[in-house]
């Protein structure tokens, strides 16, 4: 795992440290990485003038806790998570190099969790949920990358419904 991150790394610093001419854009793909609930690779695909589809791919439980209560036992670990949310995304100043976005999507996660019947011994839990999200969006002028900054909200439908998780992160995404 620590080898996917330093090469996902080595490749985003690679591109920023190549030189651009073009304007950073949000109308086609970004790809970098989120650090955060949950933390991992981020792609976003942007549609038009104001929409766009996010995905995560990375971990969860590790920013707000790897040892958690939940349902009838505790989470000890941190897990897997995939995150999607359909955006709406709109300028906040003139030069459309801040914009503000929300959306709503869903969330699947997979952690070990230790159930008080196992005596110690853990299971798998795969849980699954909706969420939604809000956030800020910085395009410095002639560079290729974006700034990001967000929260949301996790609401779990199945394992344990209405458990609830502060979804938040920070990162930097590569446009082209």
């Known amino acids: 795992m620590k080898k996917v991150w330093l090469l996902t790394a080595l490749v985003l610093l690679g591109w920023l440290a190549t030189p651009k001419t073009a304007q950073a854009q949000y109308n086609n793909w970004a790809v970098g990485f989120r650090v955060g609930e949950p933390a991992g690779v981020n792609v976003r695909k942007y549609f038009g003038e104001n929409r766009a589809f996010d995905l995560n791919i990375g971990t969860y439980g590790g920013l707000y806790g790897n040892a958690r209560k939940y349902r009838s036992g505790r989470y000890r670990s941190v897990g897997l998570a995939v995150q999607g949310h359909y955006l709406w995304h709109k300028a906040l100043t003139k030069s459309e190099s801040v914009r503000g976005y929300y ?74």
């Open 103 to 176: 959306g709503f999507g869903g969330q699947i996660n997979t952690r070990r969790y230790y159930p008080i019947r196992l005596n110690g011994e853990y299971e798998n839990a795969l849980s699954l949920g909706g969420s939604g999200i809000a956030g800020v969006e910085y395009f410095p002028a002639g560079k290729p990358y974006s700034f990001f900054l967000e929260t949301g909200l996790y609401v779990e439908l199945l394992q344990a419904p209405f458990f609830l998780n502060l979804n938040s992160g920070l990162g930097l995404r590569y446009n082209f």
